[in-house]
């Protein structure tokens, strides 16, 4: 092979290796952001669900009659 078909075969091979690694670092974060969220929700609904007792579901609102 000629030098300049050897350059451009090798610089497309490096580029098509940094294209998969730009994918990768991308699906990584992405798959990571999903994680946060999910925690974060779950949280959220841990501190927003209504303790159960016994004046629960029956249409009480005590803070109202306070």
Do not use: C, N, W
Not at 1 to 6: E, R, T, V
Not at 9 to 25: F, H, Y
Not at 35 to 47: A, G, K, P
């Amino acid at each position: 092979m000629s030098y300049l078909a050897q350059f451009t075969t090798a610089r497309q091979a490096a580029r098509t290796e940094d294209k998969r690694q730009a994918s990768q670092l991308a699906e990584a974060r992405r798959a990571e952001r999903l994680d946060v969220i999910r925690e974060f929700i779950q949280l959220t609904q841990e501190r927003h669900t209504p303790r159960r007792g016994p004046l629960r579901g029956t249409g009480l609102d005590l803070r109202r009659h306070a």
